[in-house]
């Protein structure tokens, strides 16, 4: 099996015709289908049903397309990171995040790279739909907030505080933290299920045995911090600070200890660029601790994100 009989065969899958593919790529219309039949012989099963114009997949055809996409994507981003290791400008990676974490945290990364850094093509996704998409090497590398599964390689590259918004006269605006205990008195403004913040809110209400009543819930922090500023409950997030509202970090119970949002980055360890995009998330931790971390004693009180 060739890899060019997998690019005439992915060609007329969507070209729907020999002829119309064969054009497309630029071989004679006898050629191609004598490079698809040696295709069909190779796998031992026909790929296309031939009567009339068209060129009908086969059961056999529509299971054989994705396998074929995938192989011949995969030698694509391997030649194109051997022309680039050369020139590393035009290596490109496909990176994964949800909408808050490449707002937050990817943009300003890219705009900290030097020119000659790997292309990022940056694409969003729901916080639960990042590691599939890795699984299913439509990502190079994803970063999220929801734990990797230990099937991939991973990297924890920050964690973010949790912070509960007011607004200017709410009676805890003048303090810096507050209690899981004090927060479950709170009607809240809390985040979807997805998002890091909520998880670990209900991990710290569940281990202080409390429960919590709900004003609204939304998947987008700034619709829950808009909505703390409007009078209509305390905002859980980590998320900016924004329209006015004051931040106090959680205390959860049992210790002096923050909840805290984690930030990992995860990949495909048989990667063909895994040594770039081992660098590349070198660099993204290094970034995230130098410009999100707080200092120790000293929370940071702008500059948070929401990692999803």
């Given at each position: 099996?060739?890899?060019?009989?997998?690019?005439?065969?992915?060609?007329?899958?969507?070209?729907?015709?020999?002829?119309?593919?064969?054009?497309?790529?630029?071989?004679?219309?006898?050629?191609?289908?004598?490079?698809?039949?040696?295709?069909?012989?190779?796998?031992?099963?026909?790929?296309?049903?031939?009567?009339?114009?068209?060129?009908?997949?086969?059961?056999?055809?529509?299971?054989?397309?994705?396998?074929?996409?995938?192989?011949?994507?995969?030698?694509?981003?391997?030649?194109?990171?051997?022309?680039?290791?050369?020139?590393?400008?035009?290596?490109?990676?496909?990176?994964?995040?949800?909408?808050?974490?490449v707002a937050d945290v990817i943009a300003p990364f890219l705009a900290s790279l030097p020119r000659d850094a790997p292309m990022i093509d940056v694409r969003e996704a729901l916080p639960a739909r990042v590691h599939e998409e890795v699984l299913g090497g439509t990502a190079d590398v994803g970063v999220t907030s929801v734990p990797p599964p230990r099937t991939i390689a991973s990297r924890l590259l920050v964690h973010f505080p949790v912070w509960a918004f007011v607004r200017p006269d709410h009676r805890w605006a003048r303090r810096r933290t507050i209690t899981i205990r004090e927060l479950a008195t709170e009607r809240l403004l809390v985040l979807g299920s997805d998002h890091g913040a909520r998880r670990q809110l209900d991990a710290a209400m569940s281990d202080?045995?409390?429960?919590?009543?709900?004003?609204?819930?939304t998947n987008v922090p700034q619709v829950a911090l808009a909505l703390a500023a409007a009078g209509r409950g305390v905002a859980v997030a980590s998320d900016d600070s924004r329209y006015g509202l004051h931040g106090?970090?959680?205390?959860?119970a049992g210790g002096p200890l923050?909840?805290?949002?984690?930030?990992?980055?995860?990949?495909?360890?048989?990667?063909?660029?895994?040594?770039?995009?081992?660098?590349?998330?070198?660099?993204?931790?290094?970034?995230?601790e130098e410009r999100y971390q707080p200092e120790p004693g000293h929370p940071r009180r702008t500059g948070l994100v929401s990692p999803g």
């Open positions: 099996m060739e890899l060019r009989h997998l690019r005439y065969f992915v060609a007329v899958a969507e070209a729907g015709s020999i002829t119309r593919a064969a054009h497309a790529v630029r071989i004679a219309q006898p050629s191609l289908s004598r490079q698809l039949r040696q295709l069909e012989e190779d796998v031992g099963e026909p790929l296309f049903d031939r009567r009339g114009r068209r060129a009908r997949l086969t059961p056999a055809g529509e299971v054989f397309l994705p396998l074929a996409r995938d192989l011949v994507g995969r030698a694509d981003r391997a030649a194109a990171l051997m022309h680039g290791l050369a020139a590393p400008d035009r290596v490109t990676l496909r990176l994964v995040a949800p909408e808050t974490t202080a045995g409390l429960a919590y009543g709900v004003a609204a819930e106090l970090r959680i205390r959860p923050e909840l805290r949002v984690p930030l990992f980055a995860a990949w495909e360890p048989s990667h063909y660029a895994e040594s770039v995009i081992g660098d590349l998330v070198a660099d993204l931790t290094r970034y995230a």
